[in-house]
């Protein structure tokens, strides 16, 4: 449909997501006076609008997000559009004007929605001019942008009837000020990543009575919480994390039956929360990580509380709590996610915690908790196990038994002996598996090769011996969204004077807790979470006492981004196979036994960003095209016989001037070598110091003066 004359009488038009790059392939435009719905969202049109965009009269609502048009910060090309109610502008560009250009509108709108509009490059910006002339807006969204000043509280003042206002993401500092008359319609206020300092007002609560949801938070607010939040009967949603509060939180803001969430993360309250978390009423969500929250949460009759029925998260994460893990935690039966890491608990983990048959996360990682996992955990559809960094002891337990619904296991940093069992091939599901730094021995089992989900597998700094299986070569690590946590979101729909729209571009999680994965990789230990997560994959099989060869097979793992065979005592060549390993970013194979030459294939990965070959036996010249041009001096170091640029070291096949001299050397050392034998052969005390010392050098002066003279003068001459 390239000619729209024909379509005078057009009242609404859709062209979103089409792939449009120009306006102009269609003409009649100017003539569509009657076009009340406009369209044109998620397209490649760039540029400025068409100036026929005046002529469209009619025009109700205009949606011309994800585009690259260049839209001026005057809004001038829609001054004349005096019947706009809606303009949803997104990820566009604003630009500058003249500061003498100023054009008052006619159109009086009731939404706006303007969130990515400006890009970090550009200087930090007042508010579009426009919005001082707008008295009827019910939505505004100007979020993640670069505005700067104050708070718009001129916006609230100005527009009575506005329900949402959102303007997160921006520059705005200085205290949080409040208009000068309460505002009854107000139900959303979104404030957070900004800079905005002070204490938050206590007159928020009667200025805002009906508010339902309120988000301050990355910001600078500091001081107590103000008590009026206990008293708002709509307040359903509450995040006021990433801030500078201090002193208690009020207990009957916890209590609250209106709310289902409330973030108080990262801040420096203080106090015992274990009480007013017994007394929450209609409480579902409660993240209270980060903190310094203290005391016991064991010795406490559940008997007369009734909120195991309603807690639905519980994030305790890094805090100051201590004592035993308390096993009334049991009898919240509807509990499905509950983080207590990085705290002072002691003890086992109570037998208690198996009654929670609809938890499907649990954290209790960083803990001094001891003894071994309860064997009942077989019977939970648990999704995410996290319990590293204690001092749990054991084999590793029947408990997680054909759990199909495993996806992460993370055990690292205990006492954990024995085997891994067999039965690891029940776990279907199961995507991350990291058992580093415990006291693991045996082969590394076959029935890894059976779990079509794995992704990550993560066995180093254990006692693990024998050959690696070649059958790992067969998994596909797959890059999965279920190694994350599964957060929904929740959009908001507008409705207004004849229109409906959801509104994707804003919404929030319903889930504050996220999987966050610590794997070491390109010579680092990092933290892996949400979509970086679910696209890495890697196996790290460092630090044991693996024997054999490094299997041609693993070649196949043409997905994989990370794979550490380092710190064991394998033999052999490095496969030329590992040139099919497109993707790989970190590769370290330090400090075994190789041999052989650096396949000249393996320029061919261009993704290798980290390398390591050192402390082998590797020799030959060092390949220098494509990314092994980038690796330094450390990734060779410790093989003699390696050579290239990189090493200073010539990989000329002769190293004396002349052949004459080179002969001369010869016979000099053939004389130096005959002397040695026959002193030897006569002197039998001498003979046994001799093969004494030679005995020595070779265990444990490898790459002694001595051990390199008896390695270069033996190999040249019989090899």
Known sequence: MKD????????????????????????????????EVLDVSGNALEGMLPHCFSNLT??????????????????????????????????????????????????????????????????????????????????????????????????????????????????FTGPLSLPSAPNSNISLIDISQNKVQGQIPTGICSTFPHLTQLFLSKNAFEGNIPLCLSGMKDLSLLDLSNNQLYGKVPEELIAKGSLTILRLSNNNLSGNVVPAILNANGQLNLYLDGNNFSGEMTNVDVSAFEFLNSLREIDLSNNKLHGKLPRWIGNASFLERLALSNNGFEGSIPMEFCNLDRLEFLDLSENNLFGSIPSCFNTLNIKHVHLHGSRLSGPLPIAFYNISSLVTLDLRGNNLTGSIPKWIGTLSSLSILILKDNHFYGEVPVQLCKL???????????????????????????????????????????????????????????????????????????????????????????????????????????????????????????????????????????????????PNQLVELNSLEVFSVAYNNLSGSIPEKAQFGTFIENSYEGNPFLCGAILHKSCSKTDSPSTISTVSEDKGEDVALLTIFVVLYINPYWRRAWFSLVGKCITTCRYSNVGKFLTYHIFKRYV
Request: aromatic share 10%; glycine share 6%.
């Open 4 to 35: 729209l004359d024909t379509f005078i009488n057009l009242r609404e038009l859709d062209m979103s997501y089409n792939e449009l790059k120009e306006f102009i392939n269609f003409s009649g435009w100017c003539d569509l006076r009657n076009l």
């Open 452 to 598: 079509d989900s794995l992704s990550i597998i993560d066995l180093s700094q254990n006692m693990f011996s024998g050959i690696i299986p070649s059958c790992l070569g067969n998994l596909t690590l797959p890059m999965e969204t279920n190694k994350t946590l599964t957060n929904g979101r929740t959009a908001l729909s507008l409705t207004g004077d004849g229109f409906t729209k959801t509104l994707v571009d804003y919404s929030n999680p319903s889930s504050y807790i996220e999987e966050v994965i610590e794997f070491t990789t390109k010579s680092g230990f990092l933290s892996y979470e949400g979509d970086i997560l679910a696209d890495m994959t890697g196996i790290d099989l460092s630090c044991n006492n693996l024997t054999g060869h490094i299997p041609p097979e693993l070649g196949n793992l043409s997905e994989i981004y990370s794979l550490n065979l380092s710190h064991n005592k394998l033999t052999g060549v490095i496969p030329s196979s590992f040139a099919k390993l497109h993707q790989i970013e970190s590769l370290d194979l330090s400090y075994n036994n190789l041999s052989g030459e650096i």
């Open 58 to 171: 009619s025009l109700r609502e205009l949606d011309i997000s994800r585009n690259h048009f260049q839209i001026p910060l005057s809004f001038a090309p829609f001054a004349n559009l005096s019947n706009l109610k809606a303009l949803l502008s997104n990820e566009n560009k604003m630009v500058t004007e003249p500061s003498f250009y100023t054009s008052i509108p006619k159109f009086q709108l009731e939404v706006i929605s303007l969130p990515k509009c400006i890009t970090s490059q550009q200087p930090n910006l007042e508010l579009p001019t426009f919005l001082y002339y707008q008295y009827d807006l019910r939505y505004v969204d100007l979020s993640h942008n670069n505005f700067s000043g104050t708070v718009p509280t001129w916006l609230l003042e100005n527009n009575t009837k506005l329900e949402i206002l959102i303007l997160k993401g921006n520059s």
